[in-house]
């Protein structure tokens, strides 16, 4: 029997050969698979944004295998609409398809006022996951992550909280972000002596901000840790979309929270339009060819794409036809940004 015959007929439908595009990498040494490009809720899930749009991106990522959509409390505007969307989105659409998501979600940064809205206490971590879980509907996720270093909250603390969730059952796997080579080291022997080993990192790498070449890949592979590379377009800079201006739907100037004009100056646009030849002569977009780039390297088990439109998500998706790179490229990839 097809698959679609094993579902009511309305609604949505995901696509039967959505496996067939995919590639799936390993994440450290753990069983689990994670597509090369995964999706990410930061930006285009508020309650500002097309809750259309938003809904198809999701089903145009599942529709090509993207199995991993990746949230986080704050994720909005405001915090917390990202989730609730996202609730109603899976209600809507992905039910069924449950046991083929890969759901994270994480808590770190400032959330609620006062004291316990923020950093890395056992009692905002834990929580922020049952707020998490009630905004999405769901029962667990699959990853949760603490978001970001806290050197004021004892590390056995915040990771005793993380494998208190996972015994819990609210959470299958845990992960942290923006940790230190070191302090993922630390993180990491504190969860194997809990029993809860830490299955990912989620560091930002780009092919303009490097920062865990030096070291942290090397702790990741070493310790058999996933890594999952946030913002690999570095919002929008490391694709052709600035290179005529400020396009009036773009990043830098519909939401200046993260990505400003400023940052968008002759100095990185002269970068970008030598890369952006470089990728032409590959015959990919220069978006394609910044994921391709993180994706050359086996340690980098997925890229954790962002998208305001379904035809986005396509382009990118392309990035997996050529991730071969010669010696003398990525020289020059090199020149250009050093
Ligand atoms: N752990 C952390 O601390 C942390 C921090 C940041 C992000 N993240 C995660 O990483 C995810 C991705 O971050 P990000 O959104 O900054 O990633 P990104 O992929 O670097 O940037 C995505 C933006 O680039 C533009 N874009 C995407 N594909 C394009 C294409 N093919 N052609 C032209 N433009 C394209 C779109 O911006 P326009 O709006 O201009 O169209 C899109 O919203 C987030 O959603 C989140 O899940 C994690």
Redesign the pocket.
Known sequence: MSESNNFSKKGYQAKDDRYQKMNYRRTGKSGLLLPMISI?????FGFTDDFENSSDILKCAFDHGITHF?LANNYGPPYGAAETNFGNIFKQNFKQYRDELIIST?AGWDMWPGPYGDYGSRKYLIASLDQSLQRMGLDYVDIFYH??PDSDTPLEETMGALDHLVKQGKALYIGI??YSAEQTLQAVNILNDLGTPCLIH?P?Y?MMDRWVEDGLLNVLENEGVGAIA???????IL?S?YLKGFPK????V?DGRYLKKEQINEKILLKVRQLNEIAKSRGQ?L?QMAIAWLLKDERITSV?????SSE?LL??LKAMENLEFSSEVLKRIDQILK
Do not use: I
């Open positions: 990410g809720l930061w930006h285009n990746d994480k978001h970001r972000s923006q989620q930002r780009s946030f913002s690999p377009l570095e919002q929008g694709t979309k739907d773009s990043r830098a519909r977009s978006a954790l794409v962002g998208a305001s986005q382009d990118s």
